[in-house]
C-alpha cells in the first residue's frame, strides 16, 4: 500500500512564529513553487496514483501570489485539493475566491501558541461557518502539547469539528518501536522539488530525491526502503514520537 495523498509545499514562507513550530530551526532556503515545478510535480503525482493534493508544508499557503491558479490547475487535472491557513490573511472574499477556484477541504488553524498573535476566537469561529456554508469542507486543527492544552480546547471548540495534531515531539533518550503511519499515508513535495517523507524532515534530513531525478517505481522503492530502515534516520525517524501520542487525539494522518 502507497500513499495517495500529497503535500506539496507551495511556499515555505510563514507570517507568524509560533512556539513548538521547527519552522524556526530552517535553514534551507525560503520560496515559492514556480508554476513549471507544479506541473512536473503534479505529473508525478498523477503517474504515483495520488488523488489528494494538501498544499501546506512549512509556510503559510495564501502567502503564495498564484494560489488561487494552483487551486484551479490542481483542481482541473481531477484530484482532491485543501489546505491549512493560520486564518491570518482570510476574508469573506478570499473564501469565496477560494471555493470558486475549486477548494474541496479547508483546515484553519485555532492555537494559542503563537507569539504577539492570535487571531479573535469568534473571528476564526465566523470563518469556519462561512467557508462551510460556501461548501467547503471546513475543520479546525490544533496542535497541543499536553493533556491540560486537550482538554482545554476540546471544551472550547465543542460543537466544532477539530482535528487535534500532538506537538511534533523527539526525544533522543528513546527510540521508536512502532512503524510510521506519515511514511505510509503521504509524502511531501517541497517548492523547490526536493521530495521528503513527512514534515519532520524540515531541513532535508532524509530525501527521497527530487521530482526530475526519481520515477515512480523508483520513489516506491525508497518508500518502502524508509519503512524497513526507519530507526537508521538518526535525529529524525528514529526518535520521533509524534505520531505515537498517548493523548485522546482524533487527529488523522
Known amino acids: 500500500m502507497y500513499p495517495k495523498k500529497v503535500q506539496i509545499e507551495i511556499t515555505n514562507r510563514c507570517n507568524l512564529k509560533c512556539n513548538g513550530c521547527l519552522r524556526e530551526n530552517m535553514t534551507r532556503k525560503k520560496g515559492d513553487i514556480t508554476y513549471d515545478t507544479l506541473l512536473d510535480a503534479l505529473l508525478l503525482c498523477d503517474d504515483f496514483g495520488i488523488e489528494k493534493v494538501v498544499l501546506h508544508n512549512w509556510g503559510e499557503p495564501l502567502l ?3 494560489i488561487l491558479k494552483i487551486i484551479k490547475i490542481i483542481n482541473i487535472l481531477g484530484f482532491k485539493v485543501g489546505f491549512t491557513t493560520n486564518g491570518t490573511l482570510l476574508t469573506h472574499d478570499k473564501l469565496i475566491e477560494l471555493k470558486e477556484a475549486g477548494l474541496d477541504k479547508l483546515d484553519i488553524s485555532y492555537n494559542k501558541n503563537t507569539k504577539g498573535f492570535f487571531l479573535n476566537p469568534s473571528m476564526l469561529q465566523s470563518f469556519y461557518h462561512i467557508s462551510n456554508g460556501l461548501g467547503i469542507d471546513t475543520w479546525f486543527r490544533s496542535v497541543v502539547f499536553s493533556k491540560e492544552d486537550y482538554d482545554k480546547l476540546k471544551d472550547e471548540l465543542d460543537g466544532y469539528n477539530v482535528r487535534f495534531q500532538r506537538g511534533m515531539y523527539f526525544d533522543k533518550n528513546k527510540i521508536r518501536n512502532k512503524p510510521c503511519k506519515a511514511i505510509e499515508n503521504l509524502f511531501i513535495i517541497q517548492w523547490d522539488g526536493t521530495i521528503v517523507p513527512c514534515c519532520a524532515m524540515y531541513d532535508n534530513q532524509y530525501t527521497y530525491g527530487t521530482i526530475w531525478d526519481i520515477t515512480v517505481d523508483e520513489l516506491k522503492k525508497e518508500i518502502d ?16 514520537f509524534e505520531v505515537d501520542s498517548e493523548l485522546p487525539l482524533s487527529f488523522k494522518l
Open 225 to 240: 526502503t524508509l519503512k524497513q530502515n526507519l530507526l537508521y534516520v538518526e535525529n529524525s525517524c528514529s526518535h520521533c
Open 64 to 66: 503564495h501570489p498564484n
